[in-house]
């Protein structure tokens, strides 16, 4: 059964079959930003952290995705391209670019950063398939992939990617100390209009050298 899992960490790719050889982290990142950009979505969503609820809608048409909040009004676009991927802030005076020294701000206070939307680290170069693992009795690749610049917050990054569904079940980000620092992982997933979506992912926030987490995010897709 083949799933599609909606973006901010948030991804669908192509299905990578259990028998089949061990492919590349090239092929199958490659084939991420494929099939992440052929998607068609306008949903509703929520980011939640204790009692904070922080409400937006999700929209995509092909390689543009935007999330656009309400008190006060935001929007945050993301384009992605070939080679890489540009995130923006769009207001109405206009399109603004979002730098690298802006990527560690939180959206809205919670858990997500800038950089997470970003998904910049589907275009690093520096990546390998370390193996295969299960994630919540899925079978999986496991893919390490290395910061090619202290520009981002994290040294490497690994993912989880269902071998059967295609889908992006965990990611771990390491900061520049080699410390678990933030972990995304898919709790569950919902039909809609004869799609798989994403339905709820937790993203926490690890205190670095004890493993501790320190803060627990929601990201949740509503029907």
């Excluded at 904070?52 to 008190?71: A, D, E, H, M, W």
């Excluded at 990527?103 to 275009?123: I, M, Q």
Aim: proline residues 4%.
């Amino acid at each position: 059964m083949r799933k599609e899992i909606a973006p901010c960490l948030l991804i669908a790719m192509m299905a990578l079959g259990a028998s089949a050889p061990l492919p590349s982290a090239k092929e199958i990142l490659t084939s991420v930003r494929l099939q992440q950009a052929q998607q068609q979505i306008d949903l509703q969503g929520q980011l939640r952290e204790n009692e904070k609820v922080v409400p937006f809608r999700l929209t995509q048409t092909g390689p543009v995705i935007r999330y656009t909040f309400s008190n006060p009004d935001e929007a945050l676009q993301l384009r992605l391209g070939e080679n890489d991927s540009r995130l923006e802030e769009v207001t109405r005076s206009g399109v603004e670019k979002i730098t690298p020294a802006q990527f560690d701000h939180k959206v809205r206070g919670t858990g997500v950063s800038y950089e997470d939307l970003a998904l910049k680290f589907l275009y690093w170069q520096n990546a390998r398939v370390t193996g295969d693992d299960t994630i919540r009795t899925r079978n999986c690749w496991k893919v390490e992939l290395k910061a090619p610049s202290r520009q981002s917050q994290y040294s490497n990054v690994f993912l989880w990617v269902d071998k059967s569904g295609g889908a992006l079940m965990r990611m771990e980000g390491y900061d520049w100390n080699g410390q678990l620092a933030k972990r995304f992982e898919v709790v569950s997933a919902q039909k809609i209009e004869g799609r798989w979506f994403l339905k709820q992912m937790r993203i926490e926030e690890i205190q670095p050298g004890t493993g501790k987490v320190q803060a627990r995010t929601y990201l949740e897709i509503k029907k």
